[in-house]
């Protein structure tokens, strides 16, 4: 069982920057960040192995967004840059409970997610 929970959110000017954090408990293994706009399905925005070695992002963030991990705080987290107004949305965090080598693109891999934190970018 692994248990997460966001923090960071908030409203911030086109431009600006905002870190979100995700404190886990449990197990985690490979992990993500995914975002939902109203209206809108879940899309992953980052995903990172369990060493930080590897690491995915979606073209739409790719050079704004980077996601890292702590694993001796068990926290990850989502450094946004650059932000836009198209990057508002509810943001969650997620792992796969279970060791993975690598990163996991696929929404359905991950198992246990976060409560998710508003992150809306004023134009």
């Known amino acids: 069982q692994v248990q997460l929970v966001e923090s960071g959110g908030g409203l911030v000017q086109a431009g600006g920057s905002l870190r979100l954090s995700c404190a886990a408990s449990?197990?985690?293994?490979?992990m993500g960040w995914f975002r939902q706009a109203p209206g809108k399905e879940r899309e992953i925005v980052a995903a990172?192995?369990?060493?930080?070695?590897?690491?995915y992002y979606a073209d739409s963030v790719k050079d704004r967004f980077t996601i890292s991990r702590d694993n001796a705080k068990d926290t990850l987290y989502l450094q946004m840059n650059s932000l836009k107004p198209e990057d508002t949305a509810v943001y969650y965090c997620a792992s796969t409970p279970t060791y993975i080598t690598g990163v996991l693109t696929t929404l359905s891999g991950y198992r246990y997610w976060g409560q998710g934190t508003q992150v809306t970018v004023s134009s």
């Open positions: 449990g197990r985690t293994s490979t």
């Open positions: 990172i192995s369990w060493t930080g070695r590897s690491t």
